[in-house]
Structures are given as C-alpha cells and as structure tokens.
C-alpha cells in the first residue's frame, strides 16, 4: 500500500485526509516538475525549460492556494 492508500485508509477526519491527500500528491508533482526543469536546463533547451517551469509554478501556486483556503476554514496551518 502506497502513503496516498495509507491516507484515505487512516481513521483521521475527511478534511484532514483531503489536507494530507492533495498535499501528498501535490508534493509528488512538484518533485517531479522540478526534476523536469533541472533535466531540460541540462539538455538546454529554452523553449521547454520555460514550460516546465511554468508546470512548476502552477503546483506550486495550487499548493498556496490550498493552503491558503485550509487555515482560513480550520484556523490552522498545515
């Protein structure tokens, strides 16, 4: 069983699965978008590298907004 199975499996409360699940998963896209970029700067290519990085920083913003929108239900951070 993988962490995300592990999540939804767990006895938390739903918010608290769904905090934990998007966080997982964004987490993994970020890696991921990251390593991509780093493999494009190498490989030099500008066009795809711009890509990439807007990839990036479209989960990163997903992220902030996820957290954003988190503290302002619970009072709490993630």
């Known amino acids: 069983m993988d962490e995300f199975d592990k999540i939804i499996a767990s006895d938390l409360p739903e918010l608290e699965k769904l905090a934990k699940a998007y966080h997982w998963t964004v987490t993994q896209y970020i ?3 990251r390593f991509q970029v780093e493999l494009v700067q190498s490989m030099e290519d500008r066009d795809q590298m711009i890509k990439e990085q807007i990839k990036l920083g479209v989960m990163e913003s997903a992220w902030d907004m996820f957290e954003f929108c988190f503290l302002k239900v ?5």
């Open 31 to 33: 890696h991921a978008a």
């Open 74 to 78: 619970t009072g709490r951070k993630l």
